[in-house]
Antibody, heavy 119, light 112 residues
């Protein structure tokens, strides 16, 4: 069974940093694009970042470019999101999502981890 | 970025009755491979989103056949043939033809 388990969320002050992790199981992690998406309280879904299987290619939403860094450790089947210079508007549930290998898109979502940026 | 617009934003339905949600894209979703990657997700209360339908009408693994996707061009529809209690939640359309992938605002399905 494909599973994605996020961790690392919490309460942080504006300007602070957090590192999110996503542990994957049930599939060959290194062969898949992986994504981070987020959902602000009571709001819709928004793409944050993605990384190619071999980690040679990454993309970021304009709202996080220069502040967030996506990475992965294929030996540990783990995806990361390093978040620096956090702002109140980064408050959201962050989801780790697997990209599909059969079509451009995403197919399996983790349960999410909550990040709250507040003083 | 491609703008996805859903209607209605809220849909009260009677158990056992059909429901329909529409989604319109601001530009063509035809991929260079000729396919249209218009997808539907379900988010039950307190749960993460779950993929229901991809490429307009293909059901993802484990999705009941009461969920049907259709459409062409820039107009797409998700239909639920007979609404059950477990279908309550928010439904999102999402395009993955163009990068960045973008989502509709969500349609809240609730029981009358």
């Amino acid at each position: 069974e494909v599973q994605l388990v996020e961790s690392g969320g919490g309460l942080v002050q504006p300007g602070g940093s957090l590192r999110l992790s996503c542990e994957a199981s049930g599939f060959t992690f290194s062969r898949y694009w992986m994504y981070w998406l987020r959902q602000a309280p009571g709001k819709g879904l928004a793409w944050v970042s993605r990384i190619e299987g071999p980690a040679t290619d990454t993309n970021y939403a304009d709202s996080v470019k220069g502040r967030f860094t996506i990475s992965r450790d294929n030996a540990k089947n783990t995806l990361y999101l390093q978040m620096n210079s956090l702002r109140a508007e980064d408050t959201a549930v962050y989801y780790c999502v697997r990209g599909s290998n059969d079509w451009p898109g995403m197919d399996v979502w983790g349960q999410g981890t909550t990040v709250i940026v507040s003083s | 970025d491609v703008v996805m617009t859903q209607t209605p934003l809220s849909s009260p339905v009677t158990l056992g009755q059909p429901a329909s949600i529409s989604c319109r894209s601001s530009q063509s979703l035809v991929h260079r491979d000729g396919n249209i990657y218009l997808n539907w997700l379900q988010q039950r209360p307190g749960q993460p989103p779950r993929l229901l339908i991809y490429k307009i009408s293909d059901r993802f693994s484990g999705v009941p056949d009461r969920f049907t996707g259709s459409g062409a061009g820039t107009d797409f529809t998700l239909q639920i043939s007979r609404v059950e209690t477990e279908d309550v939640g928010v439904y999102y359309c999402m395009q993955s033809t163009h990068f960045p992938h973008t989502f509709g605002q969500g349609t809240k399905l609730e029981i009358k």
